[in-house]
């Protein structure tokens, strides 16, 4: 059974930095582009990064300067720097793995900037 399982998320003051992880435990990890999505309340779920198994990244305009996604492949693991965070950044963050014909999402973690 496929599971992505992050943590890291948490409470930080505007400009603070957190590291999100996602743990998968998935098959053929190779074959899967990871990403991190967003959902602030009462928005729509967005995208925030992707990466592929062999390292190219995807960036939403607004973490292209600030958020840094990378993946451990041998550890099945794929990381969010996020550094000078915003307010506007609040939100429960969502790792997502997918293929052409398979997509998974982890449950979720809640990050809130706020001073």
């Known amino acids: 059974q496929v599971q992505l399982v992050e943590s890291g998320g948490g409470l930080v003051q505007p400009g603070g930095s957190l590291r999100l992880s996602c743990a998968a435990s998935?098959?053929?990890?190779?074959?899967?582009?990871m990403g991190w999505y967003r959902q602030a309340p009462g928005k729509q779920r967005e995208l925030v990064a992707t990466?592929?198994?062999?390292?190219?990244?995807n960036y939403a305009d607004s973490a292209k300067t600030r958020f840094t996604i990378s993946r451990d492949n041998g550890n099945k693991t794929t990381y969010l720097q996020m550094n000078s965070l915003k307010l506007e950044d609040t939100a429960v963050y969502y790792c997502?793995?997918?293929?052409?014909?398979?997509?998974?999402w982890g449950q979720g973690t809640q990050v809130t900037v706020s001073s």
């Open positions: 998935i098959g053929f990890f190779s074959l899967y582009t």
């Open positions: 990466i592929t198994y062999g390292g190219s990244t």
């Open positions: 997502n793995a997918r293929t052409i014909s398979r997509e998974y």
